[in-house]
T-cell receptor
Framework: DAKTTQPNSMESNEEEPVHLPCNHSTISGTDYIHWYRQLPSQGPEYVIHGLTSNVNNRMASLAIAEDRKSSTLILHRATLRDAAVYYCILRDGNNDMRFGAGTRLTVKP | ETGVTQTPRHLVMGMTNKKSLKCEQHLGHNAMYWYKQSAKKPLELMFVYSLEERVENNSVPSRFSPECPNSSHLFLHLHTLQPEDSALYLC?????????????FGPGTRLTVT
């Protein structure tokens, strides 16, 4: 399975945008890029996913590089409730969803 | 509001006990999953069910026994566990199995094996 690389941690100020990067240089043409986040003491929560085009939903935006070897999750205005571990995951036709260590986002008031 | 519930939320059991974890999804999904999250390891997929049939078993020891009586309920039966099995056990569901569908997770059961 293709692997992803994310920074271990990032900090942001409240009400500012946050750009969470993910590198996936070995991505295949059929891999979907998924983002989940896990708040303390909770199960993971789906954020967004895409294949080739940029995607927007009520939670975030996903910007996918033209070569698909990297992507960026964008939180437009960070709140204290966005403090969580964010996971970037590649999924192909298999059922397996492999979580890495993710990026721990800290939001400062 | 996840639509996926898990009971119990916390469980302490001895190595000779038998217990069961329960998961219920209220989303009308056809696929359900069990994951294990240990303190120092990433989430690991354990089992996948699609329309009540097991479609994936990721080399999980036989002391973990899943059961899916219908598409809304999933159980994980536990027996003769080891202390290293202590972890957060998470249930998830999706509309169908496969990469295009997002998964919805429950809050998890915190299991401690003594």
């Amino acid at each position: 399975d293709a692997k992803t690389t994310q920074p271990n941690s990032m900090e942001s100020n409240e009400e500012e945008p946050v750009h969470l990067p993910c590198n996936h240089s070995t991505i295949s043409g059929t891999d979907y890029i998924h983002w989940y986040r896990q708040l303390p003491s909770q199960g993971p929560e789906y954020v967004i996913h895409g294949l080739t085009s940029n995607v927007n939903n009520r939670m975030a935006s996903l910007a996918i590089a033209e070569d698909r070897k990297s992507s960026t999750l964008i939180l437009h205005r960070a709140t204290l409730r966005d403090a969580a571990v964010y996971y970037c995951i590649l999924r192909d036709g298999n059922n397996d969803m492999r979580f890495g260590a993710g990026t721990r986002l800290t939001v400062k008031p | 509001e996840t639509g996926v519930t898990q009971t119990p939320r916390h469980l302490v059991m001895g190595m000779t006990n038998k217990k069961s974890l329960k998961c219920e999804q209220h989303l009308g999904h056809n696929a359900m999953y069990w994951y294990k999250q240990s303190a120092k390891k990433p989430l690991e997929l354990m089992f996948v069910y699609s329309l009540e049939e097991r479609v994936e078993n990721n080399s999980v020891p036989s002391r973990f026994s899943p059961e899916c009586p219908n598409s809304s309920h999933l159980f994980l039966h536990l027996h003769t566990l080891q202390p290293e099995d202590s972890a957060l056990y998470l249930c998830a569901s999706s509309q169908e199995p496969g990469a295009v569908y997002e998964q919805y997770f429950g809050p998890g059961t915190r299991l401690t094996v003594t």
